[in-house]
């Protein structure tokens, strides 16, 4: 069955304290994984494709890999504007770009 | 360019009632979805079209949802006799057509928040 899950539920931070985001999942034949940031009222910005395992992008002070199982997003001394919630998502196997969620990890930072 | 846009950005509707939801994607995007979040959920895949053919409609929760992309373009998701259970923010997606084997990002809307009443 395909599942993503991530890990943790929330997180808190205080500025300046790096730390990583974890989305593991369970799929045939992975087609991209795609991490997300969502603000609250407002609908998922588009932050990273990934595609193969070993790949790494970078944003800022976002950096997302990926695994043959997991992904990570490492955020790099956060600051209080990168609170928001993290999502990732991957394509559901059998086709199309239909992709499941995973329930994100809501991200504090904390001056 | 001019994102994903959707409308109402809130509707308030009573139960039993008829409602119908826009969106309007980004430009050139041939792939349009549909998708359903709960509070403090990740999206649901609702249902996919690509050009005006509708391609999945397997998570559409129940025959009172009707999607529609008549010409390829603004596409608009219809619920009929609504329920409470309904209720829940309605995200549309839109993304250009998968290239060399990958698929492409989706680019989301900000949503309309459904609530029945």
């Known amino acids: 069955e395909d599942q993503v899950t991530q890990s943790p539920e929330a997180l808190r931070l205080q500025e300046g304290e790096s730390s990583s985001l974890n989305c593991s999942y369970t799929v045939s034949g992975l087609r991209g994984l795609f991490w997300y940031r969502q603000d609250p009222g407002k609908g998922p910005e588009f932050l990273f494709t990934l595609y193969s395992a070993g790949e790494e992008k970078e944003k800022e002070r976002l950096k997302a890999t990926l695994t043959k199982k997991e992904s990570f997003l490492h955020i790099t001394a956060p600051k209080p504007e990168d609170s928001a919630t993290y999502l990732c998502?991957?394509?559901?196997?059998?086709?199309?770009?239909?992709?499941?969620f995973g329930a994100g990890t809501r991200l504090a930072v904390h001056p | 360019g001019a994102g994903v846009s959707q409308s109402p950005r809130y509707k308030v509707a009573k139960r039993g009632q008829d409602v119908a939801l826009r969106c309007d994607p980004i430009s050139g995007h041939v792939s349009l979805f549909w998708y359903q979040q709960a509070l403090g959920q990740g999206p649901e895949f609702l249902t996919y079209f690509q050009n005006e053919a509708q391609l999945d409609k397997s998570g559409l929760p129940s025959d009172r949802f009707f999607a529609e992309r008549p010409e390829g373009s603004v596409s608009t998701l219809k619920i009929q006799r609504t329920q409470q259970e309904d209720s829940a923010v309605y995200l549309c997606?839109?993304?250009?057509?998968?290239?060399?084997?990958?698929?492409?990002?989706?680019?989301f809307g900000d949503g309309t928040r459904l609530s029945i009443l």
């Open positions: 997606a839109s993304s250009l057509a998968r290239t060399g084997g990958r698929n492409q990002p989706q680019h």
């Open positions: 998502a991957v394509p559901f196997s059998g086709g199309y770009n239909k992709l499941i």
